[in-house]
């Protein structure tokens, strides 16, 4: 059965600290991994990686895919309240998104 | 001009009622679905449509039946609602070929969902 898992489930940091959120997963015929950012409302899309070892950047948010440990990591540096939210990794096999339970950070002033 | 709009966003019912919700999409896009998130945040996949033909039902009840009349609609009825029917429904739309799920989901703001 496809699985993503999440680590750490629950994350409280100061503003300005870095945080590194992780993410691994088992699935057959991989495609693509996905991160989300979940506010009060609807998931808004991150990145979307598909090649090993190449980072993807917007901002003070970063990520990587290692295909071969079958693990993604994300970064946020110089955090700020603004980011607190429920972070979403899904991992697309053939024909849906399995996503991960989710990682909820918070940034305390 | 919402992207992808579902309605109702609240819903609170008795056990037992059969209840429906609307989602609509105006980015022209292949493919909807219909998530389910828990009381854990856990977003777990229901359905999948590519220009109205089912490609994806998970292991769902058959109380819940989805139903695409055109492409920029997917709307969900439930018969016969449980208390653990209780969560977050979530409409969703790509631009994937055959629902296959690897490009980026746009998400409706969701559908809270009460059984009483």
């Known amino acids: 059965e496809d699985k993503v898992v999440q680590s750490p489930l629950s994350l409280v940091v100061h503003e300005g600290d870095t945080v590194t959120l992780n993410c691994s997963y088992e699935?057959?015929?991989?495609?693509?991994l996905l991160w989300y950012k979940q506010e009060k409302k609807a998931p808004t899309f991150l990145f979307m990686l598909t090649s090993s070892g190449i980072e993807k950047k917007s901002g003070r948010l970063s990520s990587i895919l290692d295909k071969k440990e079958l693990f993604s990591i994300l970064n946020i540096t110089a955090t700020q309240t603004g980011d607190s939210a429920i972070y979403l990794c899904?991992?697309?096999?053939?024909?849906?998104?399995?996503f991960g339970q989710g990682t909820r950070l918070t940034i305390n002033p | 001009d919402t992207a992808v709009s579902q309605t109702p966003k609240y819903l609170v019912t008795q056990m037992g009622n059969d209840k429906s919700i609307k989602c609509e999409q105006n980015?022209?896009?292949?493919?909807m679905y219909w998530y389910k998130q828990d009381s854990k945040k856990f977003l777990k996949i229901m359905f999948s449509?590519?220009?109205?033909?089912?490609?994806i039902n998970e292991t769902v009840p058959n109380r819940f039946s989805p139903k695409s009349p055109d492409k920029a609609h997917l709307n969900l009825h439930i018969n016969s609602l449980e208390l653990g029917d209780s969560a977050v429904y979530f409409c969703a739309s790509s631009q994937d070929l055959r629902g296959r799920g690897t490009g980026e989901l746009f998400f409706g703001e969701g559908s809270r969902l009460t059984v009483l």
């Open positions: 699935v057959t015929n991989f495609r693509s």
């Open positions: 899904a991992v697309a096999p053939a024909q849906k998104l399995v």
């Open positions: 449509y590519n220009n109205k033909e089912l490609i």
């Open positions: 980015l022209g896009h292949d493919t």
